[in-house]
Nanobody
Framework: QVQLVESGGGLVQTGDSLRLSCAVS????????MGWFRQAPGKEREFVAA????????DYVDSVKGRFTISRDNAKNTLYLQMNSLNPEDTAVYYC????????????????????WGQGTQVTVSS
């Protein structure tokens, strides 16, 4: 069984920064792809960012490009999301996802039943 635990969320003001972490355990090998999704109350879970196994390929939703940076440290089994210039539209529960069946592709724009998920960490950005 794979376990993912997010941390680093909190309450910040517009323009502030946060770094989210996702610690993975339960597997002896790294996921083919990992990423972050977020979900606001009453809304669908949306794609934020994804990264390939080696970290050589990344993808972001347009609204966070230039502000967010995804990275991973396979030796530490940890995924990160550096979030800069936060605004109220970024307010959501952020979920870590891991894919052990397929490499990074355009499918990462949508949640998949094959992903393993963390429980989420709340990010709240005040005006």
């Amino acid at each position: 069984q794979v376990q993912l635990v997010e941390s680093g969320g909190g309450l910040v003001q517009t323009g502030d920064s946060l770094r989210l972490s996702c610690a993975v355990s339960g597997r002896t090998f790294s996921a083919y792809a990992m990423g972050w999704f977020r979900q606001a109350p009453g809304k669908e879970r949306e794609f934020v960012a994804a990264i390939s196994w080696s970290g050589g390929s990344t993808d972001y939703v347009d609204s966070v490009k230039g502000r967010f940076t995804i990275s991973r440290d396979n030796a530490k089994n940890t995924l990160y999301l550096q979030m800069n210039s936060l605004n109220p539209e970024d307010t959501a529960v952020y979920y870590c996802a891991a894919d052990y069946e397929a490499a990074l592709s355009s499918a990462w724009y949508h949640p998949s039943s094959r992903f393993f998920w963390g429980q989420g960490t709340q990010v709240t950005v005040s005006s």
